[in-house]
């Protein structure tokens, strides 16, 4: 059974998109969402397998709400928009699937179909990795993973203390300290640094590199965090841990990295 979320800030087009999915045996609403921040709520709530996604919406819009939950618990991702030209040409090159407002019944079918595909492991971590790549080209931020390591990294001889983050023209500056953990899907990572996300391309393994090894944790092969944000661990009976940082996020410590739990706990 496919668990899909609507997200859509319009009463009616969310109703209407529910009662459509109704005529799909394989697919169950597990929820609706009025705006960006309900969706960021939901997707932690019900772990979708889908999400019907608006991009204009007051306040947080969808791009956003792909930038905060880019990386390993992305779900299947279809637009619903009503957008312009730009985008939809957008979508398109990166073979993301959309639905144009008001949705045509076949082309909900297709989608759906589309969808279906896509559940397959391989194939969802490459449609992750569209979607980070899309938000990179409408929103025109990315950093460079190379560049950004040359020019914190210095001689190579000391760990950064900054990373620098070219953001369209203009390159700002992160301090080290200030990132709460990184994810990973595909050819790109997303850093999650007070309260702001920024998408990247480059490896985990090279990011790692320059990162100092008393703080950052490898805890998946996806995933890298602070452990001084790590403030409890919950075990699990098949061997992984769950582990809670500040606010509502919840990571999980893969068997793999189960010797990461001792640094971890000295922190917690």
Same mark, same amino acid.
């Given at each position: 059974?496919?668990?899909?979320?609507?997200?859509?800030?319009?009463?009616?087009?969310?109703?209407?998109?529910?009662?459509?999915?109704?005529?799909?045996?394989?697919?169950?609403?597990?929820?609706?969402?009025?705006?960006?921040?309900?969706?960021?709520?939901?997707?932690?709530?019900?772990?979708?397998?889908?999400?019907?996604?608006?991009?204009?919406?007051?306040?947080?819009?969808? #791009?956003?709400?792909?930038?905060?939950?880019?990386?390993?618990?992305?779900?299947?991702?279809? #637009?619903?928009?009503?957008?312009?030209? #730009?985008?939809?040409?957008?979508?398109?090159?990166?073979?993301?699937?959309?639905?144009?407002?008001?949705?045509?019944?076949?082309?909900?079918?297709?989608?759906?179909?589309?969808?279906?595909?896509?559940?397959?492991?391989?194939?969802?971590?490459?449609?992750?990795?569209?979607?980070?790549?899309?938000?990179?080209?409408?929103?025109?931020?990315?950093?460079?993973?190379?560049?950004?390591?040359?020019?914190?990294?210095?001689?190579?001889?000391?760990?950064?203390?900054?990373?620098?983050?070219?953001?369209?023209?203009?390159?700002?500056?992160?301090?080290?300290?200030?990132?709460?953990?990184?994810?990973?899907?595909?050819?790109?990572?997303?850093?999650?640094?007070?309260?702001?996300?920024?998408?990247? $391309?480059?490896?985990?393994?090279?990011?790692?590199?320059?990162?100092?090894?008393?703080?950052?944790?490898?805890?998946?092969?996806?995933?890298?965090?602070?452990?001084?944000?790590?403030?409890?661990?919950?075990?699990?009976?098949?061997?992984?841990? #769950?582990?809670?940082?500040?606010?509502?996020?919840?990571?999980?410590?893969?068997?793999?990295?189960?010797?990461?739990?001792? $640094?971890?706990?000295?922190?917690?």
């Amino acid at each position: 059974m496919i668990r899909a979320l609507i997200v859509d800030d319009e009463e009616l087009a969310r109703r209407g998109l529910e009662i459509r999915l109704e005529n799909f045996d394989d697919v169950e609403t597990c929820g609706q969402s009025r705006n960006g921040r309900e969706a960021l709520v939901h997707v932690r709530e019900h772990s979708p397998d889908l999400l019907f996604l608006d991009i204009q919406m007051p306040g947080m819009d969808g #791009f956003e709400v792909l930038r905060r939950l880019a990386g390993r618990h992305m779900p299947i991702v279809i #637009f619903v928009t009503a957008y312009d030209e #730009f985008a939809l040409k957008a979508f398109d090159a990166n073979a993301l699937d959309y639905l144009l407002k008001p949705i045509n019944d076949e082309r909900l079918a297709e989608a759906i179909d589309r969808a279906r595909r896509a559940l397959d492991e391989k194939t969802a971590d490459e449609q992750r990795d569209k979607l980070l790549k899309l938000v990179c080209e409408l929103t025109g931020r990315e950093l460079t993973l190379d560049s950004a390591l040359d020019e914190a990294a210095g001689d190579g001889r000391t760990f950064p203390q900054r990373l620098a983050i070219r953001d369209g023209a203009e390159t700002a500056c992160v301090d080290v300290d200030q990132i709460d953990w990184i994810d990973a899907a595909g050819d790109y990572m997303c850093v999650h640094a007070d309260g702001n996300i920024y998408v990247l $391309r480059g490896t985990m393994k090279h990011l790692e590199e320059v990162l100092n090894p008393e703080t950052f944790v490898r805890v998946h092969r996806s995933a890298i965090v602070n452990r001084h944000r790590v403030t409890s661990m919950r075990a699990h009976r098949n061997g992984e841990y #769950f582990l809670q940082l500040g606010g509502d996020t919840e990571l999980k410590l893969s068997r793999k990295y189960k010797k990461s739990i001792q $640094r971890l706990a000295n922190r917690v």
